[in-house]
C-alpha cells in the first residue's frame, strides 16, 4: 500500500488493532510557561507539553498546549518544523501544532481501539537540537460491546503503485464474550477488474493478510471486500484501492530532489523508460558538457526530501507536485524504510562507436561506492530531512556523500546518456520511486 489512512470503524478496546496512528507535524499558540519565567540560563533547547498526561474521550478530541524553550539569548526559529509519533501505539492522531512566540497549541484524538498509556512524542525534524517532549495520553470511557463478530481493515484507503502488488491485512473481531472460530474462512473481492485479488485472506489468529495486484492504470478508487464464507454473522469489511502517483511513498508525502540541478520531466523525451518512477532532468540544457576537471569528483546530488507541510516548495521555489494530504515529515506509523539507488547506462559512444557502459557512470551513498552500471543500498528514518539518511553499513549520510560522478576512465569525446533510480520500499512491500535521466558530452 502507497497510502494508508486509519480506519476509524469501531472495534472493541481489547482487540490488538494494527490501524495506523496518524500524526501530523507541529507547530502551536498559547502563553508562555511561568515555571520558566525565573530561569536565568538554559543550555539546552527543549519542546515541553504543559502537562505530564492527559485524558481523552475515545473516540474525542480535546486540546493540548505545551512550551519552546530556546538557549538562553536565543529565539525560537520561525522556521521550525515538528514530527509527532505515538510510539508502539494505534488509536491516537496529532493535528498539527500553531506556535506563537514561545507556546504551541495542538488537538489531541482518541479513536474507539486508543491504546491505553500511550506516549506522544513530539519533537523538531529541522532543529533536532531541540529535545523532543514526551507527554502519556489515556483513553477514557466504556469500550463499546460488540454486539456480533466483525472484519476490519486496518486501513479505509491503500494507494498501490502502478502494476504493483500490496500485502493489505485486517483484524477479525470476535463479539464480546466469544473468541474468533478457529476455522473461519475469508473470501476477498474487488468491484471493477482495474486490481485483481493476487492471493485471498490467510487468517492467523484474529488476524489476516491478502494481496492486491493493479492491473490497469486508473486512478479511480475502487471497492475491496473481505467476507466470510462459513461464518456470515461477521460483519464484512470494506476498504477502496486507488493508485498511486510515481514518487508518492503515502499520500500527501512525495519525494522530490533536493538540487538545484533538476527539474519535473512533463514530457516523454525528458522521461526515462519506466512509467512507474517521478523523473527529473537537469535544469540547464542538455546535453551536460562534461570536462577533464568534473571526472570523480561529486557530478549530481541525488538526495531526495520528503514534503513537509503545505508551504513546502522544491529547490526551484516552486510548487510541489503533489499537495500533501497530511503534514508531517514522516507518516508515524513507519519504521526505517529501505532504500537502493540504482544506475544504468542507456547508450554510450565515442563518434558513433559504442563503449564499454562501465566507464558511463558512477554512484556513492555514505561508504559505498561504485564504477559503472549497478546498484547501492541504505536507509530512510523518520524526522531526517533528506534521503537516504543512511548507507549500507548504518552510517548517517552528509551533504557530500550521496551523488552521481563520471569515472576518471570515461573516454574524450563520450556522449552518454544515463538513468539513475531511487527507489523507497515499505515494510508491506510497497514501492515508490524516483529517477534522473542526463544526457551529457565529454567535449
Known sequence: MLDSKPNSKTVSRRTVAKTAAWAAPAIALSAASPAFATSTENKVAMILFDEPSYDVPAPGIITITGTLVPITGQKVPADIEFGRTFPGATGWYASQPVVSGNTFTMTLQAFANATPGATLKLSSSNYPAYTPGTTTVNPIGAPVPVASGEINFDHELYLLPRDG??????????????????????????ARADYAVSQQPVVTGDTFTMKVRNVTSTTMPIQLSVQSSNYPSYTAATTQLSLNAPGVIEAGYGMLPIANTWVASTSAATAGRDKAVRWFHPAASTPLIVTAAMLGKAWLDLRVSLQAHSTFTDNFKTAPFKVPAYSGAFPDSFPDLAVRTEANVISLTVNGVAQQVGHGIGLRLGASTISGPGLVGGSAQPLVPFWPSRDSFGNATTDGNVYAFLPASLPKGSVGKVEIVTTVARPDGAVTKIGFVVDYWYK
Open 165 to 190: 502488488e500490496v500485502e493489505i491485512s485486517g483484524v477479525l473481531v470476535p463479539a464480546d464474550g466469544t473468541s474468533v472460530p478457529a476455522g473461519i474462512a475469508l473470501v476477498a473481492d474487488v
